[in-house]
C-alpha cells in the first residue's frame, strides 16, 4: 500500500460501499444506490442525499470520475460516475487493511474459543 | 405534493450542490416506488439539506478562480483581495443558534424570578436612628456603636465610634426594649416580654438583627414595599410561637404553627401549609406567595396572637392555652 493511498483510509461504510458498487463499472447514482443495497442483501441503504454528498466529496479528491449523461439513455438526468485510478488504487488498499483486520481478528476468537476434548 | 416538497428542498440546498446534483435526486425521486418511497426520499432530503448548510461549508461555495493580475501594460500594479472577510455560513448558524439558547434562558430566568420571591441572606448591620446619636463629623460609616452596646450591655460613649469598613457584617447584637438604637419590632402591642431582652453571649452572637428604618408592617396588610432582608431568629424565640391559634371572628377556625426543620410552619385548615420566613422576631413572609405575611404579637393579657395577612384577607387568632 502506498503512502498515499494510505492517507485516505479507513474509508466510511457509505464510501466503502459505493467503491464497491462502481469497481464492476460505470454506474448512474440510482444504480448506484440499487447496486449497493443489492450487495448488502438490504443491510445498507444509501438515500440520494447521502449518496451525493459522498459523491461530491470523493469527486472532489479526484477518486471518482463524473463522466456525464450517456446519450440515448431513457432520463437525460442521469448521470455515470466511475472510479478514476486514485480511486481504485485507496480502495484495493482498504481492502487490504480490511482482509488484514478479518485475520487478526480471526486468529484472536480461535484463540479465545475454548478447545473442546 | 410530495415531489412538490421534495423540488423544494433540493432548491434549498447550496446552490452549488444544487447544480450539481439536484437534477439527479429529482430523477431518483420519480423513480421510487410509492409513497412509502416518496416519503423516506423526502426524509432523507431534509437530512441533506442540514448536513449539507452545517457540515459541508467548504462546498456550498463555488472555489475561487485563480486570482491572476491583470496585466496592464502601464506597469501600474494590481491587486485582487482572495480572502473574504464575511464569516462563513457555519458559524453565522451556530452563532444564531447559540443566542437563541442564551436568550431562551434569559426570558426563562426572568420569569421565574417574576413568579418567585427570591430572599438573599445579607449581613447585618444596626442602625441607630436617635436623635441624640449624631454621627461623628465627615463619618460615612454605620454607627458600630449600637452593636457595641448591646454586646457591652453599656450606654454609648460620645466618640466611641469604631472606625471601619461600613461593610463589615456586625455579629449578633442584642436589642434591648430600652436600646437608644434599634428599634424592637411592633412594641407598641407590649410585645416586651416576646423581645429577648437578656439574652446569653453566645446566643447573641448567633443571631443577626436587621431593624429597618420604619416598620412597613405597620402600613397596612398589603404594606410590604421595598426590598426584606431575611434574618436569622434563635430557635427560642420561633419555638414560642407554636401552638393552635383559633380566629373567633371566623366561627372558630383553628390555625396551626408547627417549628419544622428550623422553620416556622402555618396551617390553615383547608388550605396548603406554609412555610414562614423571618424577615424580624415578630414579622415573617409567607414563602413563594406574594402579599402574604403573618406578624405575632403579644396582648395585654398575656396571650399571643396571631395575624394573617393574604392579599385582602386578614385572620386574627389568639393561641389556645397550653401551647408552648
Known amino acids: 500500500m502506498k503512502p498515499q493511498d494510505a492517507k485516505f483510509a479507513p474509508l466510511s461504510p457509505a464510501a466503502l460501499h459505493i467503491f464497491l458498487a462502481l469497481s464492476g463499472g460505470e454506474l448512474h447514482g440510482y444504480a448506484i444506490m440499487q447496486e449497493v443495497a443489492r450487495q448488502s442483501e438490504g443491510r445498507f441503504k444509501l438515500g440520494p442525499g447521502t449518496l451525493y454528498d459522498n459523491l461530491q466529496r470523493l469527486i472532489d479528491k479526484a477518486m471518482i470520475e463524473e463522466l456525464g449523461h450517456r446519450p440515448g439513455d431513457d432520463d437525460p438526468r442521469r448521470r455515470y460516475y466511475r472510479l478514476s485510478s486514485l480511486g481504485r488504487a485507496v480502495f484495493s488498499a482498504e481492502i487490504a487493511r480490511l482482509e488484514g483486520v478479518v485475520r487478526e481478528a480471526k486468529s484472536r476468537l480461535r484463540l479465545a474459543k475454548p478447545r473442546t476434548a | ?324
Request: net charge positive.
Open chain 2, 1 to 324: 405534493m410530495l415531489r412538490f416538497l421534495y423540488l423544494w428542498l433540493v432548491r434549498l440546498h447550496p446552490r452549488r450542490f444544487q447544480k450539481r446534483f439536484g437534477d439527479e435526486m429529482l430523477s431518483i425521486f420519480d423513480e421510487a416506488q410509492g409513497r412509502v418511497g416518496a416519503a423516506k426520499l423526502l426524509g432523507d432530503g431534509a437530512v441533506s439539506l442540514v448536513r449539507q448548510w452545517t457540515l459541508r461549508p467548504e462546498f456550498s461555495e463555488e472555489p475561487l478562480a485563480a486570482a491572476g493580475a491583470r496585466r496592464v501594460h502601464d506597469s501600474t500594479p494590481t491587486f485582487c483581495i482572495v480572502d473574504d472577510s464575511l464569516p462563513c455560513r457555519r458559524a453565522l448558524m451556530n452563532g444564531t443558534a447559540l443566542s437563541l439558547v442564551v436568550f431562551s434562558v434569559i426570558c426563562f430566568a426572568m420569569i421565574y424570578d417574576q413568579n418567585h420571591v427570591v430572599l438573599k441572606p445579607l449581613f447585618s448591620v444596626a442602625f441607630d436612628f436617635s436623635a441624640s446619636s449624631l454621627p461623628e463629623e465627615n463619618s460615612i460609616q454605620p454607627r458600630v456603636v449600637a452593636r457595641r452596646q448591646f454586646e457591652d450591655q453599656s450606654p454609648p460613649q460620645p466618640g466611641s465610634a469604631r472606625k471601619g469598613p461600613a461593610t463589615q457584617p456586625v455579629p449578633a447584637p442584642k436589642v434591648p426594649a430600652n436600646a437608644p438604637g434599634a428599634r424592637p419590632v411592633a412594641p407598641k402591642r407590649g410585645a416586651s416580654g416576646m423581645n429577648p431582652a437578656h439574652t446569653s453571649k453566645q446566643e447573641s452572637r448567633e443571631r443577626q438583627l436587621i431593624v429597618p428604618p420604619t416598620n412597613p408592617l405597620r402600613h397596612g396588610p398589603t404594606g410590604y414595599a421595598g426590598t426584606w432582608i431575611r434574618v436569622e431568629i434563635p430557635r427560642r424565640v420561633l419555638r414560642s410561637y407554636v401552638g393552635t391559634y383559633v380566629a373567633d371572628a371566623q366561627h372558630g377556625l383553628k390555625l396551626s404553627v408547627r417549628f419544622e426543620s428550623d422553620v416556622l410552619r402555618l396551617e390553615v385548615p383547608g388550605e396548603e401549609i406554609r412555610t414562614l420566613l423571618p424577615v424580624s422576631e415578630t414579622g415573617f413572609l409567607v414563602k413563594d406567595a406574594s402579599d402574604c405575611r403573618v406578624e405575632f404579637s403579644k396582648n395585654q393579657d398575656g396571650t399571643v396572637q396571631l395575624d394573617f395577612y393574604d392579599n385582602d384577607r386578614h385572620l386574627t387568632a389568639r393561641r389556645q392555652a397550653g401551647g408552648s
